[in-house]
């Protein structure tokens, strides 16, 4: 987001914080803003309504009580309200708005319950599991198939097996992508996962599984690099052949044989 829309992504998110610490349900408030989320993309009317640069706030206001006023809790409510009467660069601002205040309180749910780690390592192991089942990608990314089937999918695969905070955010992710692929959401979650710690994400490459210690001194060397704590992915990658390679972002760190071996074809033959 830019602008004008930056500016009022922060203050929402600051009022999200404020809910959260007067004792709102973190669980029960990020399902809510999710359905808001949903009603938005589904009903153009109200998302006209609700962005239109020329209504009165005290209109959108009243607008967003008429909808959800007791419905949902008083603190979904006041978001709502804080995000719909705030200025955007972009109509489609409001929705992500909700969306991400939405997984950042599904992510406060589990920090409150211990599992934000699970949450992260959770997130990542599904999207690698997706990258390497196309029929399983294809089953969940598919827009004919319907939502329920996919919900029974996931809780076939997932359930008992991984946090009930990451089952509801690949859910939404697989269900509801407003229009990005699975990957994208998945990483797009997982990325607000590492920021409630203001840590980076980096995906880590290596031939063979690193050892805590070892494991320990790269996060350490990353954090003092970056100026960030660091989580790890790990992925074993038999291309590697040796060393490692990581990603943080768009960033690309190769210390790979492999990479040192292309990289002296490609002179050899200049």
Known sequence: ?????????SEARERLAAALEAGADAAQLGDELFAVAQLLDS???V???LSDPSRSAAAKGGLVEALLGGKVSPAAVELVTVVATSRWSAPRDQGDAIEQLAVLAVVAAADEGGRLDELEDELFRFSRVVSSYPALRTA??????APEHKRELLNSLLAGQVSPETLQLVAQAAVHGRGRSLD??????ARLAAERRERLVAEVHVAIAL?????????AA????YGH?????IVLDPQVVGGLSVRIGDELIDGSIASRLAGLRRRLAA
């Open 47 to 49: 998302r006209r309504a």
């Open 211 to 219: 050892t805590a210690r070892q494991r320990g001194r790269l996060a």
């Open 184 to 189: 994208a959401s998945l990483e797009e979650y």
């Open 1 to 9: 987001m830019r602008g004008a829309s930056r500016a009022s992504l």
């Open 229 to 233: 704590d660091v989580h790890l992915n």
């Open 140 to 145: 969940l990314s598919n827009p004919a198939v």
């Open 222 to 225: 990353l954090a003092a690099a």
């Open 43 to 45: 009903q153009p009317g």
